[in-house]
C-alpha cells in the first residue's frame, strides 16, 4: 500500500475530498515524524509503537574495496507491533498458543 492508497482509504470513509485525505495522511505522519524528532515515542493501541534506537558508532567494510570505513553513531526509528497486529497477521499462531 502507497500513500496515495491510503489517502484514497481516507477519502473513501466519509465525505472527504482527496485533498482532505491528502491532509490528514500528511497530519498523521507528520505527527509521527515530529515526536520521533524530539525523542517522544508514539503507542497506537491495537497497532503498535514507534521508537528511537541509538545505534553506537563501529567499524565497517567497503564492500568493493575491502577498506575498512568508521560509521559513526546514529538514530534509528524503530516500530515494534502490538500484539493483537501480531496474532492479526498470524491468526494460525494465535490459536494454537492458547
Known sequence: MTKAD???KVTGLGDLTRRDGEVIVE???GS???ALQSGDKIEIRGFGSFRIRQRNPR???NPKTGE???VPAKKVPYFKPSKELRDLVNPGEASQAS
Open 27 to 29: 497530519t498523521i505522519f
Open 68 to 70: 575498512r570505513v568508521e
Open 6 to 8: 491510503l489517502v484514497e
Open 32 to 34: 509521527v515524524i515530529g
Open 59 to 61: 567499524i565497517g567494510r
